[in-house]
């Protein structure tokens, strides 16, 4: 199967190359960009590419208006780039035929990770084609196994498919296993930010990864709740 090929369509140039170091660390070495709706349009034409990341604010217009173009003739995945974060963008992305929106700043990891997602979901993406040098330098943990730069996890030889946020989430827990890590600690690793008043998004996230890893998700195996205190991450 060959690479897939995508299109970065930003202003912003060191941003793009960020983006493509990102990719290439992934083994996802056919990239164009383009600063511009019609430079945008052009590669897409000339490049034909499995999927298109697009920046909103564009010098000659807006990222949606190339996306309504590629609408016209193409099912590719496309994912939006915004420093925009109102909810009302977000559903505009996904309204006009978006199938991911991505809020500036980013991790351009995080970008690799969902475009990997997409492209697997459009049936061009596989995990023989990660970078081979990944597989000697992953982590194994009971039946998981983590690659090195920890944006994958694979369990019993299967990709999962997980989000970014699930994924640091299980890079957490496997290199702590068997420890309580308590509430603060998962979410100020994997998010960043303070705890303070983040209950109910660690809560959603957990329960969503513990559908993804276990077999009876209501009473978990691998991820079990120490009341009062946190998770442990149970592994033999």
Same mark, same amino acid.
């Given at each position: 199967?060959?690479?897939? %090929?995508?299109?970065?369509?930003?202003?912003?140039?060191? /941003?793009?190359?960020?983006? @493509?170091?990102?990719?290439?660390?992934?083994?996802?070495?056919?990239?164009?960009?383009?600063? &511009?709706?019609?430079?945008? !349009?052009? #590669?897409?034409?000339?490049?034909?590419?499995?999927?298109?990341?697009?920046?909103?604010?564009?010098?000659?217009?807006?990222?949606?208006?190339?996306?309504? @173009?590629?609408?016209?003739? &193409?099912?590719?995945?496309?994912?939006? /780039?915004?420093?925009?974060?109102?909810?009302?963008? #977000? +559903?505009?992305?996904?309204?006009?035929?978006?199938?991911?929106?991505?809020? $500036?700043? =980013?991790?351009?990891?995080?970008?690799? =990770?969902?475009?990997?997602?997409?492209?697997? %979901?459009?049936?061009?993406?596989?995990?023989?084609?990660?970078?081979?040098?990944?597989?000697? #330098?992953? *982590?194994?943990?009971?039946?998981?196994?983590?690659?090195?730069?920890?944006?994958?996890?694979? $369990?019993?030889?299967?990709?999962?498919?997980?989000?970014?946020?699930?994924?640091? /989430?299980?890079?957490?827990? *496997?290199?702590?296993?068997?420890? +309580?890590? &308590? @509430?603060?600690?998962?979410?100020?690793?994997? !998010?960043?930010?303070?705890?303070?008043?983040?209950?109910?998004?660690? *809560?959603?996230? +957990?329960?969503?990864?513990?559908?993804?890893?276990?077999?009876?998700?209501?009473?978990?195996?691998?991820?079990?709740?120490? #009341?009062?205190?946190?998770? %442990?991450?149970?592994?033999?």
């Amino acid at each position: 199967m060959e690479k897939p %090929r995508i299109l970065i369509v930003d202003d912003e140039s060191d /941003l793009c190359h960020l983006i @493509k170091v990102a990719l290439a660390k992934e083994g996802l070495t056919e990239v164009e960009t383009a600063g &511009s709706v019609q430079e945008g !349009w052009e #590669k897409f034409n000339s490049f034909n590419p499995n999927i298109a990341i697009l920046d909103i604010m564009l010098p000659d217009g807006e990222g949606y208006d190339l996306c309504n @173009k590629i609408r016209k003739v &193409s099912r590719i995945p496309v994912l939006f /780039l915004s420093a925009k974060s109102d909810e009302i963008d #977000k +559903i505009l992305g996904l309204a006009i035929g978006g199938d991911d929106y991505i809020t $500036k700043p =980013f991790s351009p990891k995080e970008v690799a =990770f969902r475009v990997k997602a997409q492209l697997r %979901r459009a049936g061009v993406y596989t995990m023989e084609m990660s970078v081979q040098t990944n597989v000697n #330098k992953s *982590m194994t943990v009971g039946p998981f196994t983590i690659n090195h730069d920890e944006t994958e996890v694979v $369990k019993n030889g299967e990709l999962l498919d997980l989000t970014a946020k699930e994924v640091g /989430l299980m890079a957490c827990f *496997m290199h702590n296993p068997n420890r +309580i890590i &308590s @509430k603060e600690r998962l979410f100020e690793s994997v !998010w960043g930010e303070e705890f303070y008043g983040a209950d109910n998004t660690l *809560m959603v996230h +957990i329960r969503r990864l513990r559908e993804k890893i276990e077999e009876t998700p209501s009473k978990p195996a691998f991820i079990t709740t120490v #009341k009062g205190l946190g998770y %442990r991450f149970i592994v033999k």
